[in-house]
């Protein structure tokens, strides 16, 4: 499969596209709209084709599927485009800026018959499948999740992820993370409550906490913000025992990660060799969209997820809880 690459974005650079280029296939393109930009890093990684407009490379024909690192509130605007030239799409996350526009444009890539694919990589990694496997055959019920995704956002005020107009706020960018994780061991909530607080005046939370309620009576905590050290982490409460996990989400590339757990009074660790999650995402993307399959964080997942982003955000705003239909 040869990708086109919609933006230089930071995430492009660091891990994506040597994702790509460690697979078995190919970056063919680059774009950006600073043209000296998409030069420069076409060159660095001896991507053979730049252009200074989005609209140049979706009209490329050699390309078959994009990857779109773009600003969240530019995401449906570029699937769609994608998909009107019968590209694959592999779309950094939040998906789209609320669950309304993920169904429309989940919809429109299914119309158009191209694979749509939110790009949450640390649902590949082998130790988030492991934990899954333990909370599923081991732990009992269920009864609490705790997740977490913070870090210190030092950039300038006009950092994209600090642009309302861009749907920006720590809980699209990183707290998008803690809910998918509390949703993949419990479920979907029936209600929420929220609190949000924006600390540097710019139009969006800089910190976010949330509580998830269930219809078994379980619960989830979930936090993220932009104004304290980083921190990834979730933790899985069980009848019988829990299940821990550090650098959660965005895990080095070159170090062993751990899983632990204590399960009916039994302690256990696992260990987990290196991995490049990323490039277990794009293989599984360029699978599903050889195979004309549905990708494990399909649209359908993203509707989900942001169903219950939305409902946070609404509680936050009111100061109430919110009920999920």
Known sequence: ???GILSTAGIAQKSVIPAIEASDHRVGAIASRTPNRARSVADEFSIPRHYGTYEALVDDDSIDAVYIPLPNGLHAEWIRRAADAGLHVLCEKPLTVDADEARAVDAYCEERGVTLMEAFMYRFHPRTERALELADTSLGEVRSVSSSFKFSLYGAPEDIRLDPALAGGSLMDVGCYAVSAARQFLGEPKR???????????????????????????????ASGFDTPKVQRYRVEGSNGWIEVTDAFDAPLDEQLELTYEIDGQYGRETFEPVDQYRLEVDHFADCAAAGRRPRTDGVEAIANMRVIDALYESAGRGGPVDLP
């Open 1 to 3: 499969m040869e990708f």
């Open 192 to 222: 929420v409550y929220a609190h949000m607080d924006d600390s540097r005046q710019t139009g969006v939370d800089t910190e976010f906490a949330a509580i998830l309620e269930y219809e078994t009576g379980a619960s989830a905590r979930i």
